[in-house]
């Protein structure tokens, strides 16, 4: 161990498969069926902020040629950059997940009343099952509040299809329009059919509408009544939207529904009736109540919530939804049979009890040495959204909130200002790299400003960990792995008036122990920010010179003090009183702890831990 | 139609095998589709693919009960996603272990009897000691090609159409010991079925 250099990042760009000139049917997973959509769609300008089940859309996308993508700082941003590069005349995309959308919902309304010129595609990617996000909101509800329309596709083939319907509709309703994925059509693979290349209706430039891009309120008013005209125009649009399309069979069921939804409903009741939203707003309330009409019983199937379903009912049409389809959660083909028959399929094997595998940091995370540091604090730990979230788990149990991005340091100050001089060294806020430049810095002005004494933990990783890998600003390179400037994140700190900052090595836990004592206890604003890179980045993976670990077994005292950082690679090996003895150990001795050389990354954050000195280098044991 | 639940670790190339057994389903002319989850779950979580194949696939989701093969990359993952499967399932199980945190701090024990308890089923059980083939075979890396070499014993797709799928899929350097490792994997399922008669 010893210093870690800094290591500049460079990310190796991996061409994607998808090959834009073949017309064979390719195996796609809807976020890169909704790439190869935008593609074809001709879309030239593309941002984002990565977000599982979101993150992919872009990753495959700036793989092909003659497009413009990028991460953006933060969604909100994603959104005004598109916007801007619809306002000049080409097709644009942002992509976000569904709480993303929340950070971009400010100009999304107003959007609503600009337009667009080139056309201007939004995706939302919902995660129903909360498989990777800290809610499971339904983001259909956008759609309704912001008056923009919204398709919703089923699998990935419908997912490329209805990017190129979505381009269509955006450029002749002059609105954004909404794509809604959820983690089922986002990460399942289907098989999905390359086609035509297409182009905007628009010719790029400049144009200057102030009427229509200028939201001064004279304007907007204008424009709020275009609006309205517009929905109407949709509304009836809808009525003949092919994507929005009857299934004849059995009448005596009749289905409503839309998304992954259709899917499981085909399964479950392959010979029922069902209408088939292909566009989830608005609504073509003729078509839907003559269905209605049609058939003995309505049954309106959605994942999250009711949104289809109020929708019918307003419109007079009597169904059954939410009092048999769950309001929370993802749905299956089972779920779904099960509601509507009352017939609970029998589950042959009922689950076992087995130890349970909750993610975990890496073996040789640098997250892992901060969190047992803060943990020796007897500190509140206001968390944030990454992968350091898992620090909030056991052993290291040290995170006390965690709620949206950027959150950690407005409810650290919050706490403070509740609770005034006595919640001195009492709060730390920690948050990652590129969760302080989505939305952690106005929080951090907003101490400095206010007279604060916050204590904000910057953790500086070098990358974007929990989706995947990918460089921010920070990290001063691009999506497509080209060197840029690095956005310096010390500097900002600085430059907002924090006049205490430290930047520390946090797989040395004992100095870092100091230094957060120091800092917690400053009647002042300060900020550490712990410097070594993530394990899974390329530089990490491929470095050779690493220097495992290891317990040398005569010298364990079973104290089980390292089992405390909870590395994956420190395993306890039990013994029986009868084994200690011939071990070598003091009969009461339960075990002995051992690390696995396969999964030992060499961080080096276990060894001053071990009072005995049992733990040394692999090197020095001469192994 | 068929429904084929892949798990494991995070990391042990499970979404590689379900992608090269989804290509060769599609060479052999079906529809398939394929669910998988990213992010947060993969930390070192379970992780589980879901593979539907058929003329024309609906709902991406294998049902409770509905997995007519499993293919366990880790020994104790075969016993956490029982309620998939039924008494007709096959399940092939990779007898590494990996071991969960509650073990390796000394919390519980891992279960000793997971063969056991899946054949106190009734299921029709294939243990593999994939890590040791992959290894024979010239590439540790390779234990996922093991496995869906296991599996391509039960898929109505021959031999062939896997290898083609290899390699197309698989880069250059690694191509000889996966297909060694797929041809390893269909003899040892062969002579595991053998053994069962
Ligand atoms: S290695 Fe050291 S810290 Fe870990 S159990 Fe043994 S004596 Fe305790
Ligand atoms: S065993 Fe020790 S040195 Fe190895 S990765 Fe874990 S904490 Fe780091």
């Known amino acids: ?623 | 139609m068929g429904n084929i639940l892949f798990c494991g670790v995070g990391g042990q190339g499970i979404l590689l095998a379900s992608e090269i057994t989804s290509f060769a389903l599609i060479k052999a002319g079906l529809d398939i589709k394929k669910s998988e989850v990213h992010g947060m779950a993969q930390r070192g979580g379970s992780v589980v693919a879901h593979l539907k194949y058929g003329d024309k696939v609906y709902s991406p989701l294998i049902e409770p009960g509905a997995a007519d093969i499993e293919v366990a990359f880790e020994m104790l993952e075969s016993l956490r996603y029982l309620p998939y499967l039924n008494r007709e399932s096959r399940v092939i199980v990779n007898t590494q272990k990996i071991l969960p945190p509650s073990v390796t701090t000394g919390v519980e024990p891992y279960p000793d009897d997971v063969l056991a308890q899946l054949r106190g089923k009734g299921l029709a059980v294939f243990p593999v000691n994939a890590f040791e083939a992959a290894r024979l075979a010239g590439e540790t890396k390779a234990v996922n090609m093991i496995l869906v070499g296991c599996l391509s014993a039960f898929l109505p797709v021959e031999a062939e159409v896997f290898r083609a799928v290899i390699k197309e899929r698989v880069p250059e350097r690694f191509m000889k010991a996966n297909i060694e490792a797929f041809k390893q994997g269909r003899e040892i399922i062969g002579n595991l079925l053998r053994a069962a008669g």
């Open chain 1, 1 to 623: 161990m010893g210093v870690i250099t800094y290591i500049s990042r460079f990310l190796v760009m991996k061409k994607r498969e998808t090959s834009t000139k073949t017309t064979e049917k390719q195996l796609l997973s809807g976020n890169e069926a909704i790439a190869l959509g935008a593609f074809e769609s001709g879309v030239k300008v593309a941002s984002a902020y990565p977000g599982t089940p979101s993150t992919e859309i872009l990753e495959n996308f700036c793989a092909y040629e003659g497009v413009y993508a990028e991460w953006a700082p933060n969604e909100k941003v994603a959104l005004e950059v598109a916007l801007g590069a619809s306002f000049a005349g080409v097709r644009a995309l942002a992509t976000m997940k569904h709480v993303g959308l929340n950070v971009a919902a400010d100009p999304l309304f107003t959007a609503a009343y600009t337009g667009v010129r080139g056309g201007l595609v939004i995706i939302t990617a919902d995660d129903p099952e909360m498989h990777s996000s800290q809610n499971e909101q339904d983001n259909r509800n956008y759609a309704f509040a912001a008056k923009v329309p919204m398709l919703e596709p089923s699998d990935p083939s419908e997912a490329k299809e209805f990017m190129k319907i979505a381009y269509r509709m955006s450029e002749e309703f002059d609105t954004p329009v909404l794509v809604r994925t959820t983690t089922r059509v986002a990460h399942v693979k289907g098989l999905v059919s390359p086609g035509k290349h297409e182009d905007s209706s628009v010719k790029a430039g400049i144009e200057k509408i102030p009427e229509k891009l200028v939201m001064l309120p004279s304007n907007a008013r204008k424009r709020r009544v275009e609006l309205e005209k517009r929905m109407a125009r949709l509304r009836e649009f809808a009525e003949t939207f092919p994507e929005n399309r009857i299934e004849w069979g059995d009448r005596k069921r009749g289905f409503i529904t839309s998304g992954v939804s259709y899917l499981y409903v085909k399964e479950a009741f392959p010979d029922a009736s069902v209408l088939k939203l292909g566009m989830a707003y608005p609504f073509p309330s003729g078509m839907i109540k003559d269905f209605a009409s049609k058939v003995d019983e309505v049954f309106v199937v959605e994942e999250l919530d009711p949104f289809i379903e109020t929708h019918v009912k307003a419109m007079g049409v009597s169904c059954k939804g939410k009092e048999l389809i769950p309001s929370y959660g993802e749905l299956n083909a089972g779920i779904v049979r099960r509601a509507i028959t009352g017939k609970a399929v029998e589950t042959v094997f009922e689950p076992v009890p087995i130890p349970f595998r909750p993610p975990n940091l890496c073996p040789g995370c640098p997250h892992r040495g901060i969190f047992y540091a803060i943990s020796k604090l007897n500190v509140f730990v206001a968390g944030d959204i990454g992968c350091y979230t898992l620090a909030a788990l056991k052993p290291l149990s040290s995170m006390d909130s965690c709620v949206c991005m950027g959150a950690s340091i407005g409810t650290a100050f919050g706490m403070e200002k509740a609770l005034g001089k006595d919640a001195l060294g009492k709060i730390v806020a920690v948050i990652g790299d590129s969760t302080f430049i989505h939305s952690g810095i106005t929080g951090l002005i907003d101490i400095v400003y206010n007279r604060g004494f916050t204590t904000v933990i910057i953790l500086d990783n070098r990358t974007t960990g929990m989706t995947g890998h990918q460089p921010n600003p920070s990290t001063g390179v691009t999506i497509t792995g080209d060197i840029s400037t690095l956005v310096d994140i010390e500097a900002i700190c600085r430059a907002i008036g924090v006049k205490h900052v430290r930047t520390i090595n946090p797989h040395e836990i004992e100095a870092a122990i100091k230094v957060l004592r120091e800092e917690v206890e400053r009647p002042e604003p300060s900020v550490i920010i712990t410097k070594a890179p993530c394990v899974l980045v390329p530089e990490m993976k491929k470095r050779k010179d690493k220097t495992l670990f290891l317990v040398m077994p005569e010298k364990c005292a079973g104290c089980r003090t390292c089992l405390k950082l909870g590395c994956p690679a420190i395993e306890w090996v039990a013994v029986t009183p009868e084994e200690a003895k011939r071990l070598g150990y003091k009969e009461k001795q339960k075990g002995y702890s051992r690390i696995n050389a396969v999964l030992c990354d060499g961080c080096g954050q276990c060894a001053p831990l071990c009072k005995f000195k049992a733990i040394v280098t692999a090197k020095k044991e001469g192994k």
